[in-house]
């Protein structure tokens, strides 16, 4: 019986410390406000299949360029996704997160205003607001994400 008492403790702890990390980790998730080189958009943050992050355009100020079209991802490196509508473009794939930390990473974020990829940080400020931090070949530049929901 003891031991499967002491059993029993060590299952309910590690189920616990599990939740508490999810918890954190999933403070992310949610639909943001952000404006970045003169584009006001609006992006949600869900969680994937294997428990990172994917943040995906849904919304955008200007979606339609002068003659009335619906822009597209036209400055994407990859040829294969410049058909993509401006309010479906995907800006961060396989964001994880370390507890230690207390900030999402390990992957790259993609700029659709000038088409690049760069390493992404991300972490909440205490006002709220979410730093979203590029980095590429020691430069780097972040823009702030207002939580909506």
Known sequence: MPVLLAYFSLSLHV???QQNLNGEADNILGVYEASHQGESCKVRVTKEDGGTYMAQVFW??????KKGNVRLDDKNPDKSLRHVEC??????TGLRYDESKQKWSDTKIYDPTRG????????FRPDGLLRVKG???GFSQSVYWRKLD
């Open 15 to 17: 189920c616990c410390a």
């Open 60 to 65: 955008v100020d200007n979606r339609l360029d």
């Open 87 to 92: 309010d479906k473009i995907v800006l961060i």
């Open 116 to 123: 690049i990829r760069a390493n992404v940080v991300c972490e």
């Open 135 to 137: 980095s590429l070949l």
